[in-house]
Nanobody, 121 residues
Framework: QVQLVESGGGLVQPGGSLRLSCSVSGFIQDYYAIGWFRQAPGKEREGVSC????????YYVDSVKGRFTISRDNAKNTLYLQMNSLKPEDTADYHCAAPCWVGTGYEYDYWGQGTQVSVSS
């Protein structure tokens, strides 16, 4: 059983920053990667960023490259998503998930309850 609990969302102006955190518990070593997907109202899930369990290789959807950074603290069992230069189109519920895929059309075995990110002036 894997449990994922997100925090750190909020309301921010365009150009602002937020850092999301995800507390990870359970056995995730069977997965190649964990990470984040987002879902805006009326839209499908979109895998945003992933980090591999083994070597820490990172992956990003094109729309966030250069703005978002995924990282992990293994000692704290915590996953992070640093989001800079936020845009209104980044507004969505962000979920920590396992396994992880970049893009749309994928299924996930585990995900957290989500944290809301709103980008608006």
């Amino acid at each position: 059983q894997v449990q994922l609990v997100e925090s750190g969302g909020g309301l921010v102006q365009p150009g602002g920053s937020l850092r999301l955190s995800c507390s990870v518990s359970g056995f995730i070593q069977d997965y190649y990667a964990i990470g984040w997907f987002r879902q805006a109202p009326g839209k499908e899930r979109e895998g945003v960023s992933c980090i591999s369990i083994g070597d820490g290789e990172t992956y990003y959807v094109d729309s966030v490259k250069g703005r978002f950074t995924i990282s992990r603290d293994n000692a704290k069992n915590t996953l992070y998503l640093q989001m800079n230069s936020l845009k209104p189109e980044d507004t969505a519920d962000y979920h920590c998930a396992a396994p992880c895929w970049v893009g749309t059309g994928y299924e996930y075995d585990y995900w957290g309850q989500g944290t809301q990110v709103s980008v608006s002036s």
